[in-house]
């Protein structure tokens, strides 16, 4: 597979599913708490942010979710991590198959988080920025006791401009700047990935989180790039001015987040790396995935906690990871 394309620079394909799973269905899928799969991917980072938010929702029983293996080809996503190389739910081997049943013509990114109607087998949406959305939302009647409010009203304007920068320049920024295919376009987005993340840290120098004083969906989207920062992106996208270690205020500010529940817990840093090292053999053309770094750090004091804020607002932590969804032993510090 190809992803940089030679002199010019990276734009992604955001032609997305974009029909929802509403509380009244209006698009014509209701929230029914078992009905839908949630697929994903541990190396993903657009996945992590649903597998973030659903677990500090508390909506695992009402939302089951499927893990893809961290590895794919030009056939998709594949469930090489069940019995049999299939879904144990949907039946099937490759996330294609659900795109394919929904549009036997799909033509566009077969990405995840992807939500898929059981009954049917189709995939509903891939509309990751919004599924979060809807899960703080349309979802609400099915959230566990003492789950936090991701988007309360009263943030979300803010919530959305500080995510719009975010996305731009650092969750799409570390892309543009891996996939560029010529060095000004590379170069134009290594200026601007670095000076958003010395914005940020301006803004988290004296404030624990990005927008309040507890955890909001802003925190969701900035930790899914800043966990995989060192791991992939400083080395395989040569995002290399600083490593995350090497900037003080973020390094200690996605300690405090990693260190949260539903946040370290559904990091799993070999899927990461075997991800992006042997995906992109554009890239990266013998696959070695490297051994490094070293992930003790992440466990380190934060000492974040000095700066007030309530990590949960009014609610409480997530409980125990639901079994079966546990990372693997040694993929975690």
Known sequence: MSYVKRGSGYSRDDRYLTTRVTADGHDGFAVEPGRYRLVVSRACPWASRAVIVRRLLGLEAALPMAVAGPVHDERSWSFDLDPGGRDPVLGIERLREAYLARDPGYDRGITVPAIVDVPSGKVVTNDFPQITIDMSLEWKPFHRTGAPDLYPPALRPEIDAVNDLVYADVNNGVYRAGFAGSQESYAEAYERLFARLDQLSDRLRASRYLVGDRITEADVRLFT??????????????????????????????RDLFQTPGFGDTVDFDHIKRHYYTVHDDINPTGIVPEGPDLSGWLEPHRRAALGGRPFGDGTPPGPVARGEEVPAGHRP
């Open 225 to 254: 790039t800043l966990v995989r920062f060192d791991a992939v992106y400083h080395g395989h996208f040569k995002c290399n001015r600083r490593k995350l270690t090497e900037m003080p205020v973020l390094w200690a500010y996605a």
